[in-house]
T-cell receptor
Framework: DAGITQSPRYKITETGRQVTLMCHQTWSHSYMFWYRQDLGHGLRLIYYSAAADITDKGEVPDGYVVSRSKTENFPLTLESATRSQTSVYFC?????????????FGDGTRLSIL | AQSVTQLGSHVSVSEGALVLLRCNYSSSVPPYLFWYVQYPNQGLQLLLKYTSAATLVKGINGFEAEFKKSETSFHLTKPSAHMSDAAEYFCAVSADTGRRALTFGSGTRLQVQP
């Protein structure tokens, strides 16, 4: 089915471990985004990508790494997880060069770091 | 840079009553404005968007919002609340400058009492 899928849906890991969250979209959207959702903060932008091999930092990028070798995939890696990175992570994508197009969101990954 | 303020982290209404969720934005360039809804354990779903056409925007599920430039507001309304409207609602702004990503408000949780 067409859409945007995130995996895993739930993840528990320990501090200091590396963890990768996957995001895959089937629309061939040029733009992709990673947000984290924390109580009282809404969603905050971690990283975004305008096209394959083009990525840039968002509002809260520290401790995260992204790559985009293919248009449809945009993985997010926590190189050495910390408890402050416990959150719900959402991937989104949209088409077009103008920001008036809506973003489409995955169902999220709930990440707990012990 | 853009920002969004949602007044009221929790709003409670009776079934059949008017729903009013407040959103004020700040943007140095013409904004695009969005309302998203989030049901438990799900991603965000677009309710409606303003992209500089009509100032009164109609969305899904009977919701509408009015863009008021003089008040820098984009409040969300629904004439008659239904139990199924209980969810978290996010107002977001973007523009054709900078990161071209969404900047979200902190969200408003809507409760609907029977």
């Amino acid at each position: 089915d067409a859409g945007i899928t995130q995996s895993p849906r739930y993840k528990i890991t320990e501090t200091g471990r590396q963890v990768t969250l996957m995001c895959h979209q089937t629309w061939s959207h040029s733009y992709m985004f990673w947000y984290r959702q924390d109580l009282g903060h809404g969603l905050r932008l971690i990283y975004y990508s305008a096209a394959a091999d083009i990525t840039d930092k968002g509002e809260v990028p520290d401790g995260y790494v992204v790559s985009r070798s293919k248009t449809e995939n945009f993985p997010l890696t926590l190189e050495s997880a910390t408890r402050s990175q416990t959150s719900v992570y959402f991937c989104a994508s949209r088409t077009g060069q103008t920001s008036n197009q809506p973003q489409h969101f995955g169902d999220g990954t709930r990440l707990s770091i012990l | 840079a853009q920002s969004v303020t949602q007044l009221g982290s929790h709003v409670s209404v009776s079934e059949g009553a008017l729903v009013l969720l407040r959103c004020n934005y700040s943007s140095s360039v013409p904004p695009y404005l969005f309302w998203y809804v989030q049901y438990p354990n799900q991603g965000l779903q677009l309710l409606l968007k303003y992209t500089s056409a009509a100032t009164l925007v109609k969305g899904i599920n009977g919701f509408e919002a009015e863009f008021k430039k003089s008040e820098t507001s984009f409040h969300l309304t629904k004439p008659s609340a239904h139990m199924s409207d209980a969810a978290e609602y996010f107002c977001a702004v973007s523009a054709d400058t900078g990161r071209r990503a969404l900047t979200f408000g902190s969200g408003t949780r809507l409760q609907v009492q029977p």
